[in-house]
């Protein structure tokens, strides 16, 4: 085993788009787990675009200071064990940070055995976060019926491919919005969506009226900015928007709100955020599900896997260039 840890830290508060000054690498000894605690061996980072409202300003969590490990979700392996829940071998879950080595403390539930058998990359993609969003936000929030029409902004990413999927599994019809004519393809022929704009080369408002001339029932937008003003612009009555993010809105200065928001008033429609976490007594259910429907091939989801720790911070720029399909992760060891 390596006797040294190498970490990724907050070199600079971002402002802007994050660049070559925002992160610094660092190494320091291998940490001792003490009495309660289990060393772990982080093999997998999950790249997460929250991580980017997490360096700039407190949300739901605090703002990560400058000189700290950046904080962020991993997948790893116990190697060392002076607790009586965390067994060497165990493969656990939970807030890492970017480091190649994490210390578990028993009384921290945000480290998590992961089941025996589960596939790490399922542990970091369909059955981390991002399938938790779409799941939740897509059946508790957007409550989709049979028959309706729903939009999927970020249908490509790892959350809106998931909850576009889990739409067409409740009888609905689903349009998505993707950046490139290539993941349009695939958010039709690969997840099986009804259709797909491209928010880049096309107008998505006009394009949404042409697609459902009765409106969008719900609403899942993981983007914000000018999609979350076309999808507003185009609900039917009684629409649900369940707002999951707004990554268009993360990297580039201050934040904007959609203009058109008094169609809610006009359309009687409601528009609410979620965190997974609001959930977090029903993982085991959701968790259950996404593995039958993925067991059943009704839910195909990938992981595209950036390889080795020195390549941490261009991967996680690859949350806003678009640069990936699927879920995003680095594999560390
Ligand atoms: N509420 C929750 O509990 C929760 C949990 C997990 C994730 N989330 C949210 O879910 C959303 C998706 O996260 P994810 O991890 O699944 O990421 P992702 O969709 O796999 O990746 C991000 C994608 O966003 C698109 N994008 C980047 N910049 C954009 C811009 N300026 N305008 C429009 N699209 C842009 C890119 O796709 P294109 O090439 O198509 O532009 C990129 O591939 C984020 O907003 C995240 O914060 C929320």
Known sequence: MADQNRQWRLKTTPHGPIDDDTFTSTSEDVPEPGDGEALVAVQWLSMDPTIRGWLERDTYVPKIQEGEVVRGLGI???VASKSDRYAVGDLVSGTTGWQEFAIADEGDRRMQVVPAGTDPLDAVGLLGPTGLAAYFGLLRVGQPEEGDTVLVSGAAGATGSVAGQIAKLKGCTVIGTAGSDDKCARVVDHYGFDACINYKTERVSSRLRELAPDGIDVFFDNVGGDVLEAGLANLALHARIAVCGAISQYDGG??????NYM????KRARMEGFLIFDHVRDYRLAMGDLTTWASEGRIRHEVDVV???DNVPAAFQRLFTGDKVGKNAVHLT
Not at 254 to 259: A, D, E, I
């Open 307 to 309: 390889e080795g720790f």
């Open 76 to 78: 790893g392996e116990v």
């Open 254 to 259: 201050t934040p904007r709100g959609p203009r």
């Open 263 to 266: 169609n809610l008033v006009v």
